[in-house]
């Protein structure tokens, strides 16, 4: 009897042994709430933590979020924790916070960071933001820069997937599964009443597309321009390909489309209007003017030597600039919608949506 139970102990001691042992062994889940300074190629990069000034990074130092770093001229490595890293290109101004826990964000002002996360988190999501669109993903590969062209009339970005799959979001379109190897190049601004994006998209694999009016699309390398309200059911769309068929927008498409002419999409149909160029230049002129004001917003977050009445001042007057851009872009638009053709046009499709709910219901 006792013999049965000395066993039996030493069974039970063995067992809580090695779940301890099992539990020991198990890393414990590590919230990233900071990144450490791995590397710093020139001692003019700053860093400003919380409410605080701009001082010098430190090699091998934790910061915590909200942090913005300004690399200046220098590349800045960093890391979220093992195998989870980034690095930033001279002259980038980014900044790091994580507004709720497990989901690090990223704020792109100026310049270009490249990421990757072979063994980010499964329970964490990340985002890359530009002033005008957000690319995000779990476990890959991927930069992202932003930047003005050199005649301040437009804001570029570039999204690339050198590993796994990312998204692209904005309020023009929404982009899923971007694989390795593929780069989408776009200008896209959601404007005060109007949006507009122009988009070039590079790589073999096809990219699948959705636009504001939910429609959903295939396309491979390709380029192409939208442009509509914000709260509109019509758009102007137009295509520089001339292979058209790698575009799903025209696949099923009778009327002969042409390459560098611009479309009023209404439904399925595609119709030529005297206006649609016009409202393109307007769109974008008030989406460059839009993004500015944004920038001005978050140089005002981001940078504390310069003058912030100065930035105040040039704020209240692209404010200005931007209204009466909305207001005239939003004019020719009225002019398009009222065309007698484009009012048939959206009538009839109107017509088949109204058929195809009843042959559901019946």
């Known amino acids: 009897m006792r013999q049965k139970t000395f066993i039996t102990l030493l069974l039970a001691i063995t067992f809580i042994l090695l779940s301890l042992s099992a539990i020991q062994d198990k890393p414990s889940p590590k919230v ?5 300074v791995l590397k710093i190629t020139d001692k003019t990069a700053r860093i400003k933590v919380k409410d605080g000034k701009y001082t010098k990074i430190s090699e091998g130092s934790h910061y915590p979020f909200p942090s913005i770093i300004r690399s200046n001229k220098s590349q800045v490595f960093i890391k979220f924790s093992e195998q989870n890293t980034a690095r930033l290109l001279p002259k980038t101004i980014l900044k790091l916070s994580s507004e709720k826990v ?9 310049g270009k960071v490249a990421l990757e996360l072979d063994r980010f988190p ?6 890359v933001s530009t002033p005008t669109a957000v690319c995000g993903a779990i476990g890959t590969r991927f930069e992202v820069s932003y930047s003005e062209q050199n005649d301040k009339d437009s804001m570029n970005q570039t999204f690339k997937c050198t590993k796994g799959e990312v998204f692209v979001n904005s309020e023009t379109f929404k982009i899923k599964g971007v694989k390795q190897g593929q780069e989408i190049k776009t200008q896209t601004y959601s404007g005060l009443s109007n949006s507009y994006c122009k ?7 096809t990219f699948k597309i959705s636009l504001p009016d939910d429609s959903q699309y295939t396309a491979k390398s390709t380029s192409f321009e939208i442009a ?3 709260s509109g059911d019509i758009a102007i769309i137009k295509t520089s390909d001339k292979n058209l068929k ?3 927008f025209f696949e099923e498409v009778s009327t ?3 390459p560098g002419t611009s479309y009023v999409k209404v439904g399925d149909s595609y119709v030529r209007h005297a206006d649609t160029e016009s409202y393109l230049a307007a769109v974008k002129n008030e989406g460059v003017l839009d993004a500015k004001v944004k920038e001005l917003d978050l140089k005002l977050e981001f940078i504390d030597d310069e003058n912030e009445q100065s930035l ?3 704020k209240e007057s692209l404010i200005k600039e931007r209204k009466l851009a909305a207001d005239k872009a939003s004019k020719i638009f009225k002019r398009i919608r009222q065309d007698n053709q484009i009012r048939s046009v959206i009538q009839k499709v109107r017509q088949n949506i109204n058929r195809q709910q009843i042959r559901r219901v019946r």
């Not at 990233?32 to 450490?36: E, Q, R, V, Y």
């Not at 499964?122 to 985002?127: F, L, Q, T």
């Open 32 to 36: 990233i709430n900071g990144f450490t």
């Open 122 to 127: 499964k329970d964490h999501k990340i985002e």
């Open 199 to 205: 988009v070039n998209l590079e790589g073999n694999n």
């Open 312 to 314: 105040t001042e040039q």
């Open 246 to 248: 790698t575009l799903g």
């Open 256 to 258: 002969p489309i042409q």
């Open 102 to 110: 497990k989901h690090p964000k990223l704020k792109l002002l100026d």
């Open 228 to 230: 509509k309200p914000l």
